[in-house]
């Protein structure tokens, strides 16, 4: 069952519902041991007993254990409370960039600004191997003093854990997904955050996605097969370097595109990303006590297979007849 706002367990006084969502429930609390505001995410009641939902809401709490960054939603703790499983992170005050992007597109320098910032947070996780997966405007944080700060890891994945989805299988947000996440590739690395990031960026110049259309199909043979119209082509006032930049992150061959988020913060600002305060390489803690995924059998192989051949001849016809 939920916490109720007003009640007190423990040293946590719960004070009001920040966000909810069909995977949990986040509460502004009041930690009375350490004096100050939190925000407390406990996984939704209905999944409290989904083995699937529990191990990833773990890996979740694994992998931000590791990272401490200025530009990273912090975590302070995590276990049980109540009998629920829970995570405290810090709390912050301020708007999504989903909020802001609904007033339309961000000046210039006021995106690289941000997106610099989104960058730094993307390097300390890529610098010990976790991929995010899941980079879009609602998981990029905006405080009043203008910080930003990277949220949303329940997708995130690290080179270690093999198990963690199964070959074939599709997550993320389609708007933003890489063409191998849409391919359902297992095996991502840095290079398609680089992706996500570079549609993120590519909404804050133009104010908007570069494949927004009705049809999930179109939306997903977009990332896979059809180029992006040029930045330039929505905002005249986007630089053609900057034009260029934008374009590069979105190649649909990762070896086309920045390799890392310090060569792509490098291309944008000129400078290297900010160092990493503190991150600790997943392969050095101790494992995961929870139960692997359960193999993908032979069939289900062979059906994600023919799946990713149709879809990426789907999309190729589709954009062939686009052009015609």
Sequence with gaps: MAFNIGQSIGQYEFIDVLDSSKTGITYKV???????????????PALQNDQESVDRFLRETHVRARMTHPNLVNIYDAGTLDGQLVMMTELVEGSTLADRLDLGPLPVSEALNFFAQVLDALACAHSIGVIHRDITPSNILIEASGTVKLAGFALAKAAQDANLTLAGAVLGSLHYMSPEQVKGVRELDARSDIYSAGVVLYQMITGRR??????????????VSQPPAPPVQYN?????????????ALAKN????????GEFHAALTGTPVQPVFAAVPIAESEPILVAP???ATPIARNIALVAL????????????????
């Design 30 to 44: 009041r930690n009375t041991q350490a004096n100050r505001f939190e925000a407390l995410k406990a996984l939704a």
């Design 293 to 295: 995924a359960p193999p």
């Design 236 to 248: 005249a006032a986007i630089s053609a370097e900057l034009n260029n930049i934008v374009l590069k």
């Design 309 to 324: 051949f149709v879809l990426i001849f789907l999309a190729s016809v589709a954009y062939a007849f686009r052009i015609i």
């Design 210 to 223: 570069p494949f927004d259309f009705e049809s999930q199909f179109d939306i997903m043979a977009g990332h």
């Design 254 to 261: 990762p070896v086309d595109r920045f390799q890392t988020a």
